[in-house]
């Protein structure tokens, strides 16, 4: 961000970059008094948020923000006043790039580079990572019905790593198409098959989540494999799940659009 702002950006772009660092402390500091997210979550918000609408501009913000208020208010019981003071629902840094580190990177190649096709794969992951989010809380937490293991389709409790439903999965199309939808909304320039493709991937997306949740979450780490993840972290989380699924994602809408040449 500091080589961006400094050898890169235009006049323009560093004013955009310096709101956008005010407001992303600004909404940080309401999420954290809100109970969203923690310290270190406020810090990765923050950073976060800089490279969404400092680099990414409206498109950027209306994505990210669509995501996470979303996903924040899925993940607690607004009727209920301990669930607004329960802890765990407080997303920490590694929460907040598992999901939004994907977006991140293609938004900043984009800026540099001025290609679409990053764009796209940013959006992608990020509609992958909704759908995931609002499976897991729509279909594993609120709506409890009969739930499958991908992919032996084993029934299973609802909220199961890897467990898939019809309410559930119906609430990742929404949430992968709903995100395509604000990218049509804010883009002038999207086309009737990069919003197909959004969301198509995003779909694709969670459906790779729930693969690699019944299959790996929760697996011991290869031992050459520790040195890059924090010491604490032996095992397969769903953080990690989660980044593979969002970047699976964006690597099949950036590779669609490269060979559709669209």
């Known amino acids: 961000m500091v080589f961006i702002f400094i050898l890169v950006a235009t006049a323009e772009d560093h ?13 940080a500091l309401i999420a954290f008094v809100l109970n969203w997210l923690t310290i270190d979550g406020m810090t990765a918000a923050t950073l976060f948020g800089v490279i969404a609408f400092g ?9 990210v923000l669509t995501f996470f208020i979303s996903s924040s208010l899925l993940s607690k019981n607004l009727l209920n006043e301990e669930s ?18 994907w977006f991140a990177l293609w938004v900043m190649l984009w800026f540099l580079t001025k290609q679409e096709a990053f ?7 990020m509609a992958a990572a909704t759908a995931d989010t609002w499976a897991s809380e729509i279909g594993g937490h609120r709506v409890k019905g009969k739930t499958w293991l991908v992919p032996s389709f084993k029934t299973v409790r609802p909220g199961t790593d890897g467990g898939i439903s019809v309410v559930g999965t119906f609430a990742s199309l929404v ?3 709903f995100i395509g939808l604000i990218f049509w909304i804010t883009y002038n320039e999207v086309t009737i098959f990069q919003f197909l493709l959004i969301a ?5 997306g969670s459906l790779i989540d729930s693969l690699l949740g019944s299959k790996i979450q929760g697996s011991e780490l290869n031992e050459g494999f520790k040195k890059f993840f924090p010491k604490h972290t032996n095992k397969i989380g769903n953080n990690t799940v989660n980044w593979m699924a969002s970047g699976s994602a964006s690597f099949v809408a950036l590779i669609a659009v490269l060979f559709s040449g669209q």
Do not use: C, M, P, Y
């Not at 004013?15 to 909404?27: E, G, P, Q, Y």
């Not at 990414?56 to 913000?61: D, E, L, Q, W």
């Not at 764009?119 to 992951?125: D, P, R």
């Open 200 to 204: 198509i991937s995003g779909i694709v």
């Open 175 to 177: 949430g992968a198409f």
């Open 84 to 101: 607004l003071h329960e802890n765990k629902f407080r997303r920490d840094g590694e929460q907040v790039w598992s999901n939004g580190f």
């Open 55 to 63: 680099l990414g501009g409206i498109v950027g913000a209306a994505i």
């Open 15 to 27: 004013l955009r970059i310096t709101i956008a660092l005010s407001l992303s402390i600004l909404l």
């Open 119 to 125: 764009l796209i794969a940013g959006v992608a992951s």
